[in-house]
């Protein structure tokens, strides 16, 4: 990066906000994917505008720019992969109201997840997506990804919630979408565009976004299944009995396996275990939903249903879903973790045709994730040292993807496209919509300096 860009990048920021020092870079290199490469400068903008004049700049320059929340994605998409300048929008982290009256939140766009669930809790008010990664995540990362979590098939993911942005463009303009209201029908849905575009369009510098009540009575329920394909089928009847349960998460039996061996817990030698959550205002409520719940698993011959009593019973049923991502890790020294996802009904054709795929490839494999919506993760351990496991593994993953598509699922239900899919795109969408998606970017960013070579675009 020449002086003279550095000289104007401090000028916009301030000395303290500004580093090319070589661990900052090798920081910045990567996000929580495989992907790595080093940007050549870091800024913390701390106002819309310092970043409308860094944009401004960046454009003039054409240097790519690649907006940044926590890191914590896990496709790429926050990799600077042409280098040029990391946009890292942690310090602009203040909410800046909340409106009950109105449902709604106003937040700048390095807040994390967790916080503004601190900060609504006194109101009995939630911001419902809840991905696994709350604690640390930001909301602008969770918007720019459309993030999600166990909870989505009831409560839907981040872009329900986005009501309005302030976004500014590639060429330094400040734009605000969207409205206050909680119906708005007026011109172009700008709003969603951005969600879920990968900060590929602008930097979001502001979100407004609609929270809900907060559930007070819950009941939660494992059951147990001999078969995966009665699993599979009650999951699906579930979600047709009249009633959304808040969670309803699939272990299936390497995950069991792999519980069992290598973190002792005390789980059932079965097929597939289902954990389910039911939440309401009220016990009435929540009970009703889960009696029918039961009702669906007896009829899919159910082995064994077991009733958490009590918080602490509660934490023991969630201790096996929460750890079987990372105990699965242990069992070779990489992994790749997927998020595809399909119609409810395809649930068991998909769980099927994953198993058959990866024991065909000969490669020790988890699946779980969240069956109510149809979004499940298959794990896949492979050592990376050996060439053909990393063959077997990028093969197993190509006939995953395909799949998927041929059951009419789609490539990710959460983590976004970034690198790691951007070659797969032509498998879901098809050659006119990734024209058209091609063309919104040329027309928003015909410089191509915003987050550049991401979800298949350039
Ligand atoms: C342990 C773990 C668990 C996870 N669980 C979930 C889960 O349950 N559900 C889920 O959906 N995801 C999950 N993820 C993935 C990840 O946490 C989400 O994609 C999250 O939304 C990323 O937020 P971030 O702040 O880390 O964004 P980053 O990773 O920093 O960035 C992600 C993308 O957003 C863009 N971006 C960030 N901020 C802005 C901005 N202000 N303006 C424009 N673009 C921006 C970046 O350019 C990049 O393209 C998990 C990740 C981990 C490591």
Redesign the pocket.
Known sequence: MGDSIKGALIDIVGQENFSDLLIDMVSYSY??SDHKHRPKAAVWPTSSEQVSKILLMANEHRIPV?????????AG??VPTKGGIVLD?CRMNKIQDIRIADRLTVVQ??VVYADLEEALAPYGFFFP?????GS???L???????????RGAKYG?TMDYVMALEVVLPDGRIMRTGSDCMKSVSGYDLTRLFVG????L????GITLKINPKPTAFETVQASFARLKDAGQAITDIMHSGIIPSVLELLDENSIKVLREHASMNLPDVMALILVETDGYTETETSFQMAKVIEVFRKNNVIDIQVAHGTEEVEELWRARKSVGSVAAQLRPNNVSEDVTVPISKVSDLLTGISIIVRNHDLPFVIFGHAGDGNFHPRIMYDPSDPDQVERVGNAVDEIFKLTCNLGGTLTG???I?LSKAPYMGLEHDRVSLEVMRSIKKSFDPNNIL?PG?MSLD
Do not use: F, Q, Y
Request: net charge negative.
């Open positions: 996000d929580a690649t907006p940044r929340g926590a890191g914590t994605g896990l998409a926050a929008m766009p390095g997506p809840d991905p696994a990664s640390v995540c930001t602008g990362g969770n918007v720019a990804t459309n993030a999600g979590g166990i993911v575009s990968e900060g590929t602008g930097v979001i510098t959460e983590h976004g970034g987050n991401k």
